[in-house]
Nanobody, 125 residues
Framework: QVQLVESGGGLVQAGDSLRLSCEVS????????LAWFRQAPGKEREFVSVTDRYRRTSYANFVGGRYTISTDNTKNTLYLQMRSLEPEDTAVYYCAADSNIIMSSRRMPAQYTYWGQGTQVTVSS
């Protein structure tokens, strides 16, 4: 049984920072491709960032260098450090994991089997 539990969301002001965490239990953490997605009200879920089994990273264009994805293998935890937050970053943020990803499609939500429950990030102007 694989479970992903996110934490770290909240209400912040524009320009602030937040760090999201996603603790993964079950399976072999080092084998997972791990990703962050987000979904704003009335919009589709969109890709934010991904780290593959070799911990190479990739980001959506809108990130613009403001976010950093990382992992701690000793804690089986995925992180997303977000800086210079903007009101447009307001969304529910989800972590996702899968050990069998078609890498060319790693930015597509449908590729991921396991999902967290989501954590709300609200950025006020």
């Amino acid at each position: 049984q694989v479970q992903l539990v996110e934490s770290g969301g909240g209400l912040v002001q524009a320009g602030d920072s937040l760090r999201l965490s996603c603790e993964v239990s079950g399976g072999t953490f080092s084998r997972y491709v791990l990703a962050w997605f987000r979904q704003a009200p009335g919009k589709e879920r969109e890709f934010v960032s991904v780290t593959d089994r070799y911990r190479r990273t990739s980001y959506a264009n809108f990130v613009g260098g403001r976010y950093t994805i990382s992992t701690d293998n000793t804690k089986n935890t995925l992180y997303l450090q977000m800086r210079s937050l903007e009101p447009e970053d307001t969304a529910v943020y989800y972590c996702a994991a899968d050990s069998n990803i078609i890498m060319s499609s790693r930015r597509m939500p449908a590729q991921y089997t396991y999902w967290g429950q989501g954590t709300q990030v609200t950025v006020s102007s």
